[in-house]
Each structure stands twice: as structure tokens, then as C-alpha cells.
């Protein structure tokens, strides 16, 4: 399964795996993708909703220029971007588990609460 940021244009020229899901990411003309298995982000329950959800949250972040190693404002940056945001919408669309839908939503509802969320608070 393939996840972009940017809708069409990738998904159409991407191939789909069925063992793994790839978050993909543009920035301009460049695509950084990342593969995130299947089974690890698509829960079988509620309660593992909100672990795949960190899974692929991580991948996002990843795809959009950031990792666990990186600067921690380098990680509030690409966490507040419109990349982060949209990689992730995306991923969780693809996904297409009523479980992952609600996590995410919830998360969604708490960090425009919380006034977190930067560029994307306003498209949830």
C-alpha cells in the first residue's frame, strides 16, 4: 500500500505491496518513503489502535525529515508541519481500520484541545 502526501500524483504512479505499507512523503520534488508492515499498523482491537497509530505516526516523521535522532526542535517542527500531518491522514486512510480511524480521531480532538497540531489543526 502506498501513502503520500501528495494524493494522486504518487498514489497512481506507486505500486502497491501487500506485505508492507510504505509512507511516503514530498517535499517539493523529492519523495522520501519508508516501510511500515501491515500487520504492525493495522489493529486488531481498540487497545492496539493507539500503538499502530505511534507506529506509523513515527514513519510520518521519518517521511517528512525527522527521526529519533534528530535535533528536538527539528522533531516539534516536522511534528507541527503540513508533511507530518498529511502523511499521516493519509497513512491512517489507507489503512482502513475503523479502529486506527478512531484513535487517530481522538488524538486529533485532544491536540486541537491542546492548541498542538501546527499546520494541520485546522484541517481536522
Given at each position: 500500500?502506498?501513502?503520500?502526501?501528495?494524493?494522486?500524483?504518487?498514489?497512481?504512479?506507486?505500486?502497491?505491496?501487500?506485505?508492507?505499507?510504505?509512507?511516503l512523503?514530498?517535499?517539493?520534488?523529492?519523495?522520501?518513503?519508508?516501510?511500515?508492515?501491515?500487520?504492525?499498523?493495522?489493529?486488531?482491537?481498540?487497545?492496539?489502535?493507539?500503538?499502530?497509530?505511534?507506529?506509523?505516526?513515527r514513519?510520518?516523521?521519518?517521511?517528512?525529515?525527522?527521526?529519533?535522532?534528530?535535533?528536538?526542535?527539528?522533531?516539534?517542527?516536522?511534528?507541527?508541519?503540513?508533511?507530518?500531518?498529511?502523511?499521516?491522514?493519509?497513512?491512517v486512510?489507507?489503512?482502513?481500520?475503523?479502529?486506527?480511524?478512531?484513535?487517530?480521531?481522538?488524538?486529533?480532538?485532544?491536540?486541537?484541545?491542546?492548541?498542538?497540531?501546527?499546520?494541520?489543526?485546522?484541517?481536522?
Amino acid at each position: 500500500m502506498i501513502i503520500s502526501n501528495k494524493l494522486l500524483g504518487l498514489a497512481a504512479a506507486a505500486t502497491v505491496a501487500l506485505a508492507a505499507t510504505p509512507v511516503l512523503a514530498a517535499d517539493n520534488d523529492q519523495v522520501e518513503q519508508i516501510r511500515v508492515a501491515r500487520a504492525v499498523v493495522t489493529p486488531a482491537s481498540e487497545r492496539q489502535a493507539p500503538q499502530a497509530l505511534d507506529r506509523l505516526g513515527r514513519a510520518a516523521m521519518e517521511a517528512c525529515g525527522a527521526s529519533s535522532f534528530s535535533v528536538r526542535d527539528h522533531q516539534i517542527a516536522v511534528r507541527n508541519s503540513a508533511c507530518f500531518h498529511d502523511t499521516l491522514a493519509q497513512a491512517v486512510a489507507q489503512v482502513n481500520s475503523p479502529y486506527l480511524n478512531d484513535a487517530y480521531s481522538r488524538r486529533a480532538t485532544v491536540e486541537v484541545a491542546q492548541g498542538e497540531g501546527g499546520a494541520a489543526t485546522h484541517a481536522r
